[in-house]
């Protein structure tokens, strides 16, 4: 079965200093995996996707993402963090259902704080 | 666009109550998805729609709980009788891309329920 893993509840960085999320994934086949973010009060918003045209992938507002097979690993990243990124985090597989459709896993989130 | 509409914003009520929520996805869109939030349980899918049909509900927790879609543009999600760990942040859904797996979903920005 698809599922991903994110390693950290709570992550904390000061502004201006590099952020990393971690996400591993669990997947038998070439996966499609996502970077959702969620303000506090607010609908999830898609940061980037993976759809193994390149292993690096720019989404919004700075942040990337690379995936690497060999460590079953889709990790976040940003250079330099605002306040405005304070936020939640959401890796998420794409897994193919029976019904011939694809849904949703997501992982549990990681609780980005940002310190002044 | 105006994106997924959902209402009431914030739902309060009392237990044994019947509770309705609203959604209207984005116009084109021909899958609807709705999903509970919750602390301990993270982000769940309950049901999900294509072109107005019911296509997996293996997420709806109990007989309580019900969903519609009698138009392209509404959905409804009841809960009757409400109970108390019914309390949650419930997103709807849409998208229009679901028959490739790296697909985008744009969520509405949620309904607290609150029973009390």
């Known amino acids: 079965a698809q599922s991903v893993t994110q390693l950290d509840s709570h992550v904390s960085v000061s502004e201006g200093t590099p952020v990393l999320l971690r996400c591993n994934y669990s997947?038998?086949?070439?996966?499609?995996l996502f970077w959702y973010v969620q303000h506090p009060n607010k609908g999830l918003q898609l940061l980037l996707k993976?759809?193994?045209?390149?292993?690096l992938v720019k989404g919004i507002n700075g942040f990337e993402a690379e995936f690497k097979k060999s460590e079953t690993s889709f990790h976040l990243t940003k250079p330099s963090a605002h306040m405005s990124d304070a936020a939640e985090y959401f890796c998420?597989?794409?897994?193919?259902?029976?019904?011939?459709?694809?849904?949703?896993?997501f992982g549990t989130g990681t609780r980005l704080k940002v310190l002044a | 666009d105006a994106g997924v509409i959902q209402s009431p914003r914030h739902e309060v009520t009392e237990m044994g109550q019947e509770v309705t929520l609203r959604c209207k996805p984005i116009?084109?869109?021909?899958?609807l998805f709705w999903y509970r939030q919750t602390m301990m349980r993270g982000l769940e899918l309950l049901i999900y729609?294509?072109?107005?049909?019911?296509?997996?509900d293996s997420g709806m927790p109990e007989d309580r709980f019900s969903a519609k879609m009698p138009n392209a543009s509404f959905s409804t999600l009841k809960i009757q009788p409400s109970e108390p760990r019914d309390s949650a942040v419930y997103f709807c859904?849409?998208?229009?891309?679901?028959?490739?797996?790296?697909?985008?979903?744009?969520f509405g920005p949620g309904t607290r329920l609150t029973v009390t």
């Open positions: 859904a849409s998208t229009t891309r679901q028959g490739v797996p790296a697909y985008e979903q744009y």
């Open positions: 997947s038998s086949y070439s996966p499609s």
């Open positions: 993976y759809t193994s045209a390149a292993t």
């Open positions: 998420v597989v794409s897994v193919y259902t029976t019904s011939g459709t694809y849904k949703y896993i």
């Open positions: 116009s084109g869109h021909d899958y």
């Open positions: 729609f294509n072109n107005n049909v019911p296509i997996d």
